[in-house]
């Protein structure tokens, strides 16, 4: 497998990564879709491509209990509302107080060098049938 190829291969993972803004999909997705633009390519190679993108910084994985690692392509400064019915994950921007600073002086016995907020209830989709079913 030649360079090209592998730079042909990675740059079709990450393009589909980035259009999917919203969905934050899978790998399982990542393949199904990246197989439109390059049949040839294995989940193996879809996995190993989507490592690599993430160590170089095009994405960043996003991580729930019990859940397939998910990615991103928006490194915008963002938070999320995960929909506790559909476990999609939305972007939500919105400034925050400082949660950090405060609690590194607290705790100088830590080094603390990030914090994770995450809001949590149901997605307006959900909500729409959850109400039909009622
Ligand atoms: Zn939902
Ligand atoms: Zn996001």
Redesign the pocket.
């Known amino acids: 497998m030649g360079m090209k190829r592998l730079t042909k291969q990675r740059k079709a993972v990450l393009e589909v990564v980035r259009h999917a803004r919203g969905h934050h999909p899978d790998a399982a997705w990542v393949y199904s879709e990246v197989r439109k633009a390059v049949p040839s390519i294995s989940l193996g190679t879809v996995y190993r491509t989507l490592d690599a993108l993430t160590e170089e910084g095009y994405l960043v994985p996003l991580s729930r209990p019990g859940e397939a690692l998910r990615y991103e392509a928006n490194l915008d400064g963002h938070l999320h509302m995960v929909?506790r019915?559909?476990n999609?994950f939305f972007d939500i921007v919105h400034p925050l107080p400082d949660l950090l600073s405060g609690v590194k002086a607290k705790y100088p016995e830590f080094d603390i060098d990030n914090v994770q907020v995450e809001y949590q209830g149901?997605?307006p989709?959900?909500r729409d049938r959850l109400e039909r079913v009622k």
Do not use: L, P
């Open positions: 929909c019915n559909c999609e149901v997605c989709k959900c």
